[in-house]
């Protein structure tokens, strides 16, 4: 069965420096999600892509927070500087469409952890 | 902005009890979607209710849609030990934007 990938599972990174998340998600599915995760709370959203364009980066942190999607396909997330309030999981999920209200597949997640 | 509450925050069961978990929005909803996560793994889709007062069953599982798309639940009868999780709604409204309760956190005693 297909699934959305993620890398790395786990980062460890000082505070202000520069860290970078990578999703590869399901093949076919035109749409991506970046999602952060504090424990304890549901997914909030970061980003979304409807192929290679953002539809939605509304909640992004775009001071220090930036993603891509530049052929439509994977997706890089980054954060620099990193402060202590990243630590959390962020969540990569695609769906066929976004505007259709299909399901989305998660990834894996990574984990960050700032220090 | 949109609100999605999820209400208990955390639901302690006995196996083969039954117990319900709710969702509320404060804005009328295109559609909703129930997940669940378990314990260290990531969100999985279980179901997606669009018409009021909609009802689908999956096995054990009852989903409902109220009849003013504002609000739903979730219903499951004789807990087993693999319905421990979180359990997620996210409501989606008029403007296509997808939001995610706090979940309700379920633990299950055998």
């Known amino acids: 069965e297909a699934e959305v990938a993620q890398s790395p599972r786990y980062k460890i990174t000082e505070k202000s420096q520069a860290v970078a998340f990578w999703c590869d998600p399901i093949?076919?599915?035109?749409?991506l999600y970046w999602y952060r995760q504090i424990l304890g709370q549901g997914p909030e959203l970061l980003v979304q892509f409807q192929d290679e364009s953002v539809v939605d980066d509304s909640q992004l942190p775009k001071d220090r927070f930036s993603a891509e999607r530049l052929k439509g396909v994977d997706s890089t997330l980054k954060i620099q500087p990193a402060e202590l309030g990243d630590s959390a999981m962020y969540l990569c999920?695609?769906?066929?469409?976004?505007?259709?209200?299909?399901?989305?597949?998660f990834g894996p997640g990574t984990r960050l952890t700032v220090t | 902005g949109q609100q999605v509450m999820q209400i208990p925050q955390y639901q302690h069961v006995q196996e083969g009890e039954d117990f319900t978990t709710y969702c509320n929005s404060s804005?009328?909803?295109?559609?909703i979607q129930w997940y669940k996560q378990r314990p260290g793994g990531h969100p999985v889709f279980l179901i997606q209710l669009v018409k009021s007062g909609e009802v689908k069953k999956q096995k054990r599982l009852t989903f409902q849609f109220g009849e003013a798309k504002k609000n739903s639940s979730l219903h499951i009868t004789a807990t087993q030990t693999t319905d421990v999780g979180t359990y997620f709604c996210a409501g989606k409204d008029s403007w296509g934007k997808l939001q995610f309760g706090a979940g309700t956190q379920v633990v299950v005693t055998p």
């Open positions: 804005t009328t909803l295109s559609n």
């Open positions: 093949s076919g599915h035109a749409t």
């Open positions: 999920a695609s769906s066929l469409s976004g505007s259709l209200a299909y399901e989305q597949y």
